[in-house]
């Protein structure tokens, strides 16, 4: 038996432990042949390809990004793409294919198994988005990383009495704000689900002021001032063309600094969120992910992804897996608001 192995979409601490687990119980306990597909779908759609064996899993584990590549290529939106994966497949003999990624990449297992492809998903985001796993790997790193970089902004804004905006990813679901505002003890959280009032958050603000505190905002990629000013996106392109990092972070210190007269400071965190060694908690759920991944390919359980209910790892329909995002419900947010000011 031969199983190919990819991950595609942003990367995220934790791939490389699948990648690890995948190759370990595949080849020791089955005595299959691992074949690493390069960089998302377009290793199989273009044929890159090379064997993994337990040497190159060696020193893995606790390595960030992904050993394989990544990249964000659809096969569905080139030439006869689905076409070309099966040749591709077919001819390098790969029985079943493990596709480690987040909505988009698994949204394309799911049509490549109505096809008849044999595949098995594994979740990965840093966002924490997908609905059908009580957790994705990557997500636990990206709160540890945003946490500390509160802890660390907040000793030189209160030196200097400054508001300081904190923006973190999340371009749809506010998890990783929600999480590390409040591990942080941010005196605002601001998420994509609950478009803001800026003259309430500016309230908050001269409140803190008030009591000889610097406040800290944290502020999700993807949140939105409620009266539907215009605010750049990451992703979209400035005046100059250039794709934006952040923009709803700037905005607001701008606007909190025209409002109180007090000194403002936005910083982006972007990609630090994204990069370096995965917590233990990380590895300790990729790990698993990855051999229950191997479990379904030896069942012949394909069109399936692997997901976290509680603390057991059980299998769910890549259609139900990738049907709707999971966003921060608003009662959860409710808890932080305590906190707020
Ligand atoms: O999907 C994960 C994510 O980190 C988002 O939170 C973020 O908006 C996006 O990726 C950034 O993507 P890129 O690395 O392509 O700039």
Known sequence: MRIGVLTGGGDCPGLNAVIRAV????IEVHGWEVLGFRNGWLG??????KPIGLDDVEDILARGGTILGSSRTNPYK??????????VLAEHGVDALVAIGGEDTLGVARRLTDEGVNVVGVPKTIDNDLAATDYTFGFDTAVHIATEAIDRLRTTAESHHRALVVEVMGRHAGWIALHSGLAGGANVIL?????????????LVQRRFERQYAPIIVVAEGAMPADGAEVLQTGEK???GHVRLGGV??????EIAHRTGKESRAVVLGHVQRGGTPTAYDRVLATRFGLHAVDAVHEGDFGVMVALRGTDIVRVKLAEATAELKTVPLARYAEAEVFFG
């Not at 190759?23 to 595949?26: A, D, M, T, W």
């Not at 199989?44 to 390809?49: D, K, V, Y």
């Open 191 to 203: 998420v994509p689900e609950k478009p803001f009032d800026v003259r309430r958050v500016v309230e």
């Open 249 to 254: 972070g700037t905005w607001l210190a701008d």
């Open 238 to 240: 400035d005046a100059f």
């Open 23 to 26: 190759v370990r119980k595949g």
């Open 78 to 87: 080139e030439e006869n793409g689905p076409a070309r994966i099966k040749a």
């Open 44 to 49: 199989p759609l273009e044929g890159l390809a």
